[in-house]
């Protein structure tokens, strides 16, 4: 591979991570130390968050004007398709709102560049033997979109996979053309359609960031998935960064994911689906093992955005962990120090809320243990039927976001009638309030193992 390109990348992520914590304190001499060793006041951690959105969120003016003369860019979005500015405006900070404002109107955007990221990646894959000609896929129908990302059915050299680009109305007329299809654009109101609001300068420039900003996800996740290889993890193909769009391509789950699974074996019993004890075992190891492999790599990896989404089904019903595009890539001593003074921590607000652990919504330092926490939230997925916190705050998890941020800690109801004794214990270790006193995923597979050695008894305790 490229270990230039590699260790620029981890550099930038740990230099993001200091400027959103310094941000989140209002730390304004730490703040300024940080920007005097590097110009890149504007650069983001893989959620999209910058120093600027920590600043205005948390209502800092001091740190604010120092990030803003430091030329951050207020028009920036996050993975949430949010400013700074929205930052501000919703948590009420005037004054904050008021100096972004100001800013948007007298500078001109900026965007980080992606094309020397691009450019390591297209040689590492001519190197590493995983380049693929865009001429040798035919593409299929879309079959799902998210804010930056269109994901589609395909056939290469024969083969059903599944290939993943930057959401682009443009691109995807272009592509539907090719494929004899009409061209028909994802969002779902494009900017000339009658009603839809007039395009401003800004619009558009924040537009622009936003495609840079989608392409330097989608890059982040090909280096990922390039250099990780491992059974319960949906297998990597090949990607092609030499056409427009650029694109990675997986293995093809015929299965589904595990929330499509869940809710269709619901449909044809006309109630929550409760999945058997042993099933339940099953794919809850082959997402420990996934997990296990990922935090021990020599250059740790953290999901971030564990979720039954990101959990696909073969035919057969095996399980394996998709979606690195949140991933975050730390140093080599995090496995063996998670949890301990002076491991290696991020701070963010990352992944989806009714999975995310309480720290990451926080903006708090976290370790690997955020992956634990949505892990015993998946578990109880498994076994009830249902969503996590639904009791809580029923099909609204921002509920759940703000109980977190007033402080408080609501976790799933884990009556006798859930699991069996030993899953139900290993939920509860894995949402501890303290990620400290989390298993690591090593000891999560050890006792899935235990478990699984026993007598089955159903996945309702009998």
Same mark, same amino acid.
Not at 233 to 239: D, E, M, P, S
Not at 258 to 264: A, S, V
Not at 284 to 292: D, E, F
Not at 423 to 429: E, G, K, T
């Given at each position: 591979g490229?270990?230039? /390109? ?10 993001a991570? @200091?400027l959103c914590?310094a941000?989140?304190?209002?730390d304004?001499?730490r703040?300024q130390?940080l920007?005097?060793? !590097? ?5 983001a951690?893989?959620d999209g968050?910058?120093a600027?959105? #920590? $600043?205005a $969120?948390?209502?800092?003016v001091e ?6 003369? /430091?030329?951050? %860019?207020?028009l920036r979005k996050?993975?949430?398709g949010l400013?700074a500015?929205?930052e /501000?405006?919703? !948590?009420?900070?005037?004054?904050v709102?008021?100096l972004?404002a100001?800013?948007v109107?007298?500078?001109? $955007?900026q965007r ?5 990221r691009?450019k390591s990646?297209?040689r590492?894959?001519?190197q590493?033997?995983w380049a #693929?000609?865009a001429s040798e896929l035919?593409?299929?129908?879309c079959i799902?979109?998210t804010? @930056?990302?269109?994901?589609y059915?395909?056939?290469w ?8 680009? #930057?959401?682009d109305?443009r691109l995807?007329?272009?592509l539907?053309?090719?494929a004899?299809k009409p ?9 000339h359609e009658?009603?839809a609001p007039?395009?401003?300068r800004?619009d558009s420039?924040a537009? %622009?960031?936003e495609?840079?900003l989608?392409k ?9 998935l ?6 319960d993890?949906?297998? +990597?193909?090949?990607?092609c960064?030499d056409?427009t769009?650029?694109?990675f ?8 994911d ?7 074996q $619901?449909?044809?019993?006309g109630?929550?689906y409760?999945?058997?004890?042993q099933?339940v075992? @099953?794919w ?9 492999f990922?935090h021990?790599?020599?250059? !740790? #990896? ?6 039954p989404? %990101?959990?696909?089904?073969?035919k057969?019903l095996?399980m394996k ?6 991933? @975050?890539?730390?140093?080599r001593?995090?496995?063996?120090s998670?949890g301990k ?13 009714? =999975?995310?652990a309480?720290?990451v ?10 992956d ?5 939230l998946?578990? =109880?997925f ?6 996590? +916190? =639904?009791e809580?705050c029923?099909q609204?998890?921002e509920?759940v976001?703000l109980?977190?941020l007033r402080g ?12 069996t ?6 939920? %509860? ?6 990620p400290a006193q989390?298993? !690591? ?7 899935l ?12 305790a009998m």
């Open positions: 490229d270990p230039l /390109a590699r260790s620029e990348m981890t550099e930038d992520m740990e230099l991570t @200091k914590h941000a989140a304190m209002g304004l001499h703040l130390a920007l005097a060793a !590097s110009p890149m006041a504007d650069l951690d893989y968050r910058t600027l959105h #920590v $600043a $969120a948390r209502g800092h740190a604010t004007k120092m990030l803003l003369k /430091a030329q951050a %860019n207020p996050d993975n949430f400013t500015l929205d /501000a405006t919703r !948590s009420a900070h005037q004054e709102a008021e972004i100001e800013n109107k007298a500078r001109p $955007a980080q560049s992606t094309a020397q691009q990646l297209l590492a894959s001519a590493e033997h #693929v000609e035919q593409l299929g129908n799902s979109t804010v @930056k990302s269109a994901v059915l395909a056939s050299r024969g083969t059903k996979v599944v290939v993943k680009m #930057v959401k109305d995807t007329m272009k539907n053309a090719s004899g061209p028909t654009a994802i969002h779902d109101t494009a900017p009658p009603g007039e395009v401003t800004e420039e537009d %622009n960031e495609w840079e989608a330097d996800e989608l890059l982040h996740e090909i280096r990922t390039s250099t990780i290889r491992h059974p993890l949906v297998l +990597f193909l090949g990607a960064l056409s769009p650029c694109f391509m997986v293995e093809y789950m015929e299965g589904g595990l929330e499509m699974y869940m809710h269709g $619901a449909k044809k019993i109630r929550l409760e999945a058997p004890l099933k075992l @099953k809850a190891s082959s997402v420990a093992r996934a997990l296990a990922l021990g790599c020599r250059q !740790s #990896v953290i999901h971030r955005d564990l979720k989404m %990101n959990l696909l089904l073969t057969t095996d962990v998709t979606d690195f595009g949140l991933s @975050k890539i730390i140093n001593q995090l496995g063996k998670a003074a002076g491991a290696p921590k991020m701070t963010g607000g990352v992944g989806t809320w009714r =999975y995310m309480p720290e919504v926080r903006h708090e330092e976290y370790t690997d243990r955020i634990i926490f949505s892990f015993g998946i578990i =109880y498994m076994c009830t039927g249902r969503q996590p +916190f =639904y809580y029923g609204d998890p509920q976001l109980a977190y408080e800690e609501p976790r799933p109801p884990l009556p006798d009638s859930v699991a004794k030993s899953l139900r214990r290993l939920m %509860n270790d894995c949402w501890h309030v303290l989390r298993p !690591s995923a090593e000891e999560c597979t050890d006792r193992a235990a478990m699984s050695a026993e007598k089955s008894e159903g996945c309702r």
